[in-house]
């Protein structure tokens, strides 16, 4: 009984992206529309559908006659009909907005967010947006509404969204940053730039030039000088300091990874694409890997998988630290969504790789 115990306990702190479903979508030769779901699929239109668009746990997409409906936990759900306004779907919601109107579907229920919304901006679990009936920017997160900042006595100045944080500048230039329920207080001065991600947002301080970060709730040193560059992903800051050193901030740990700049560096969910000498590495989950000795004419991250496309045109993708062949056919057109890859084979026909197997 105390092993059962501690089982559901462990399972209680593990991440949510651990419970993640394995979720992808595709149409078939017949325009049949079909959702794959943890190694099977499951037909949930026989018209062609208008759009569709794939998270870790949720897909929304705007069926035949123009309906918007999600598919959650394995059933079919209509959000909204006669649907003719915007959609977007993260990890976790579909942030939809028809007219002024601005809902969210989150953990299977729709959230009225504002009737008057004005520019908005999402993350994985978050949502920033401007309520002008009430003048005021708010934030969504875990079913609740946070009033962020009252616009009647002046705009803001600006806002930034990351996955589950939001950077804003006030009417009178301070720096505050929305994270896990709470506003902080950064500065009372508008930053030399900002970035936010998942838990963590860079800045570089406008009073003493030195770039920092905040970073589960606190704020610390990354750097003295600002550096020439950085980005900001999930848990994770990369950046070239102004020395040319190539460094990854997790928690508050900083690596130097390479001793010069790369020639580029792309920072996406838990993991950060860089080319090196025309060579293309991956570092994820605190270690680099060396992918390909040569740039690939395109790749795609999602969570801690990258995928790319080789000089072969076999798609291969970095999995829990291995590099594996995704298929050996060739195929321009892949898709990565959590655990799985969708692509083309030869004869047009869309198949989807999970768990080492082609379905």
Known sequence: MKTIFKIIFLLILLPKHFFAQNLNAYSDYRDYFFVFDNGASKQLEHLPVQSYKVGWNIMAYVDNVGTLKAYYRGEKITLEKAWIGTYDVTDQLIVFKNGSILRVF??????????????????????????????????????????????????????????????????????????????????????????????????????????????????????????????????????????????????????????????????????????????????????????????????????????????TKKIKWLADGNIETVTYEGSKEFEVHGNTVNFKDNSGQVRIFFSKKIF
């Open 106 to 311: 989150d953990n299977g229920k729709i959230y009225d967010l504002s009737f008057n919304a004005g520019a908005y901006l999402y993350g994985d679990n978050i949502v920033a947006f401007l309520d002008e009936n009430f003048l005021m920017l708010k934030a969504y997160s875990g079913g609740k509404i946070t009033e962020l900042e009252n616009i009647a006595l002046g705009d803001v100045q600006g806002f930034k969204c990351g996955e589950n944080t939001i950077g804003l500048i006030t009417y009178n230039s301070k720096f505050r940053i929305f994270y896990n329920g709470q506003i902080a207080d950064v500065d009372d001065y508008i930053p030399v730039s900002y970035e936010c991600g998942k838990d963590a947002v860079a800045y570089v301080d406008a009073s003493s030039g030195m770039f920092k970060g905040f970073i589960n709730g606190k704020s610390f040193k990354l750097d003295d000088f600002e550096p020439l560059s950085y980005k900001v992903a999930d848990s994770m800051i990369a950046f070239v300091s102004r020395d040319g050193y190539f460094k990854i901030v997790t928690g508050k740990t900083v690596r130097e990874v390479e001793s010069y700049a790369p020639d580029f560096y792309e920072a996406d969910d838990r993991v950060v694409a860089y080319g090196r000498n025309n060579f293309f590495h991956a570092y994820v989950n605190g270690k680099s890997y060396e992918l390909e000795n040569y740039i690939p004419s395109e790749y795609k991250i999602d969570g801690d998988k990258i995928a790319w496309l080789d000089n």
